[in-house]
């Protein structure tokens, strides 16, 4: 399963690399908004810290706005994916940037026969959102399982992103299902690397090797 860290925040995002379990990032118009600063300012300094698909989204409606934005952004780096969202202005601009060469991030699917026309449109990744539907009180990682389902039945590449995770039990749950990408936000990150078992076993580790006065050489 890749890894692609849920933030547009440069000190996030540089922890999240040093970490050495970063395969890309993805953004969003609110993420990038949080942070106050300039898009493509903000997209260069991402570009530089990792060295895999970078989501920048588009932000018109209309299929040419839509590829006309995708055009600009893919020519910023060879790692931009273009996030267009799941419309039927936004399919038919993928249709097209796909025929170009140009890898999109199809976002916003809440639904298996969207993810089917995503697909279909040639999407490189779709985006099913699980918080999102969870709030809603719908099982968004059923979503998960009949996108998976689906996907593998006619084999499509078009890769699954679990989106919109907000826990870590989220991660486990479409890893076993077999989602090909998690993009986790900075703090569930965080949270995967905890057990209390770990903790008090190392401190337990660490107590026992001070008392003795074992020396490592
Ligand atoms: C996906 O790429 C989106 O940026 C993101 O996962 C949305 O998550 P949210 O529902 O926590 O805003």
Redo the contacts with the bound molecule.
Sequence with gaps: MKF?I?SANIDEIREAASLGILDGV???P??VAKEGKNFRQLLDQILEIVDGPV?A?VVSTDADGIKKEARELAAIHENIVV?VPLIREGLKAVRTLTDEGIRT?V?LCFSPTQALLAAKAGATYV?P?I??LD?VSQDGMELIEQIVTIYSNYDYRTEV?A????HPLHVLQAAMIGADVA?I?FKIINQMFKHPLTERGLEQFLDDWKNNEAKLV
């Design positions: 692609f849920d993805t953004t969003n609110s993420l989501s989204e996030k991030n976002t985006s959102f918080g999102r709030d992103l989106a919109s995770i907000r993009t936000p």
